[in-house]
Structure formats: C-alpha cells, structure tokens
C-alpha cells in the first residue's frame, strides 16, 4: 500500500528562547525533524511531505535531501489544519501517517506495527498509558472497549480527565476518508484551533475500525518544548545507545557517561573509558581500548588498537594494533598503517604513516608520505604551508629524523637516511645518507654572565 509521510514542523517553539527553528535543536547529534524524516523515509513506499511556518527556509533548507513535498503553514491553526493544507497533494489511495518535527525518538519498529494494521478501512492510533496524563488529549472508549473519540485536555469533563490512556498525536489514516474528514474539521472548541483529533469521532460515526497500538517506551512519543525536555530525551537517547552497545559486546567504563552524536560500530570486547565523544560514522574493530576524555569523528579504527586519553581523532582511518596518545590528534586525511605510533602532543594532516612507524612526541606532521619503520623524535615538524600553497614531505622506509627537526617541504628523504637533530632540510636526502643542517656550534672562554641591575 502507498503511504503519505506528513511529518509537523511549523510551530514556533518561543519557549526554546532560540534563534533557529525549534525541530532544527539537535538530540545525538542531529536536528530533531531529521530524525524522524530519516525514520520516516525507512518505510516502504513512503511519499515524505514536510509542513514547515516559523523559521521554515531554514527547515526546508536544512531537510532539502530527503526530497520531502514542503507545504508552508505561516498562520498555524492547529494539527488538523496542517493536515487540511497537505492535503491536495495526498495520494487517492493508501493512508497518512501523521508525525511530529519535535518527536525525535520514535521507532521504526513501532511504526512499522501501526503500517501492518493499515487497511482501507482501518485507521491505526498511537497511544500510551500515563500515571499523570495532564496536559494529553484522553482516549474514549464504549462499552465494547472501541475507540469512540480522543478529547483534549481543556474541553474533557471531569470523567473524561480521569483517564489514563492518552494520545500520542501520531495516525495512520486511510486516504479514502481522510480527505472527507479533513474537509469537516470545525475550530469549535476552547482553543479555536482545527484539531486534527477530530477525525476519530468521524471515523468511528463512518463505521471505520480504530485500532490502537503502543510504543515500547514513553520517551518513543515524547516531545520537545524547551531546553530542559531537550536535554531529557538527550540522555535517554544516550542512555538506549549505551545499553545497544554493552548488549553487543562492548564494555563502557560508565554507561552514563558517553555521547554518541551519529552511529557508533563496535567489534568484540571493544573497551571504551568515560567521557568519550563519538560523532557522524564512527567503526572500532575487534579489542580496541579507548581512553578517557576522548573525541572520535568520522573515522576507522583497525583492530587492537588503544587509543590513549584526550585524543581527538577526525575524519581518519587507524590500521591494526596501533598506539595513539595521550593528547594526540589525527585531523582529516591520515591514515595510519598497521602497529603504527602516535604520541602525547602529536598533531597530523594529511599524513599517511607506514607500518611500525613512530612519531612519539610534540611534532607536527602535514600532507606528508611516510613509509614503514620510520623514526621521528621529539618536536620534528613539517613545514607544508608558503603562506600560499601546501607541499608534501616524502619521507621513505627505515629513515630516522632525530629531534627538533624540520623538514621544509616540498622535501624528499630516501630510504634508510638518518637526520641529526636539530636540523632544517630543504633538499633531497639520498639513501643512507647522513642528513645535517645546523649552524657549526662555537664555544667561548670567559663568557660573563648577566648580572640583575
């Protein structure tokens, strides 16, 4: 069957004392309303529409790869209304499945149990029971237990408020009565707003099936009105990504204590300490160790490689059995061959690092060639950049740099050359040549010192 995706994002969220659209507020890592598009566009045979109002060039603008159908709302009058406005473009057959730009949390597997229900005649609602439903619409039932009606807080009687099971907000309706449906909605209430649950007291007088189905969790359905809901459901996300992780065979130091803002891929007995920060792809092989205080981004961790503290790694790829840290960063573009070695204050760019090289302390290393067995001492730099273009350092198999040396590029060293500390090259160094470059030390007899005036 052909579905209809509307998802809701036009309000104006004036209680995020925010410059920026509410759904674009972001929960692990990514605006709330591409979330839900994201699970959204997961469905078969769905056709995304996008209902944007305040602030909606940047919505539209920041959702524009999902392909969605956007229909504007600048004067919202409610869900219905909403629904009203997208509907010319609703397909004649198949059903509408109603989400929410500030409900990031739900499932796929719970929307996927409402679209198995959906039949022409059939609409499928999401609701949950709540020990303090306030603020909810409450769900009527008849005698026979059927749904009859959904009323908002503000126009339910006293019994009414009694109940417990509430509406979620999200429907999956069935497009040969939805439109008719829609076409009747009445703003005849206490807040003079088309409510889009009207349709249920309409489906059940037409003779139409109300079905009902539930999420696995509160937090599946609920929504994001200020900071402090924000921060909630970002620690519940964080908190079901931990127990995914640990279920599939990572350790984590503290479970409370880990940010995943993308999608994490853990290998077997993958140890990773506290307050470490994963963001976009990030892939960790077998019996890799992660230190504390360490921010991973974009990047391919090989297997059995530990990652000491306060290391930031981005857009890089990590071989086999490597060593990196404490303080160490890999910036975009390295990639680090198989037992490779990075160490405390080691900053690369663009720098591909041979197999069982070492670069151990304080250096820089930028869109350099470095070939295997490779030795560079302490506070060894490459110099890349003119103050125009970029140039590359060749630095062959089995070379060794001692400390304090700079490599002024472009600059190529041959296999097996050795390079005296403190040295600055600027010209090719042959195979097994000893490389200096320094000014010739002198010694001065007598030499008298400062003395403090």
Known sequence: MTQDIVILAAGKGSRMKSAFSKVLHKVGGSAMVRRVLTTASALPNAKLHLVVGHQGDQVEASCQDFMANVVWQNDPQG?????????PYLQDNGATLTLYGDVPLIRASTLEKMTALSTPNTLVLLTISLDNPTGYGRIVRDEQNKVVAIVEQKDATDSQLAIKEVNTGILLAPNSHLQGWLAALTNNNAQGEYYLTDVIAMAARDGVDIVTVHPENEAEVAGVNDRIQLAALERELQHQQAITLMQNGATLFDPARIDIRGELTTGQDVIIDVNCVFEGNVVL????????????????????????????????????????????????????????????????????????????????????????????????????????????????????????????????????????AGSTITKRVGEKQLAFARARQTNKDNWPRPIKK
């Open 79 to 87: 869900t219905g209304d909403a629904l009203r406005r997208v509907a």
């Open 285 to 420: 092989g077998n019996g890799v160790e992660i230190g504390p205080n360490c921010h991973l981004k974009n990047c391919l961790i090989g297997d059995n490689t530990i990652i000491k503290s306060n290391t930031m790694i981005d857009e890089s790829e990590v071989g086999d059995a490597c060593d990196i840290g404490p303080f160490a960063r890999l910036r975009p573009g390295t990639v680090l061959a198989n037992n490779a070695k990075i160490g405390n204050f080691v900053e690369t760019k663009k720098a591909l690092i041979g197999e069982g090289s070492k670069v151990n302390h304080l250096s820089y290393i930028g869109d350099t060639e470095m070939g295997a067995n490779v030795n560079v001492g302490a506070g060894t730099i490459t110099c890349n950049y003119d103050g125009v273009n970029k140039h590359k350092t060749q630095v062959a198999d089995n070379v060794f740099i001692g400390s304090n040396t700079s490599l002024v590029a472009p600059v190529q060293v041959a296999e097996g050359a050795t390079i005296a």
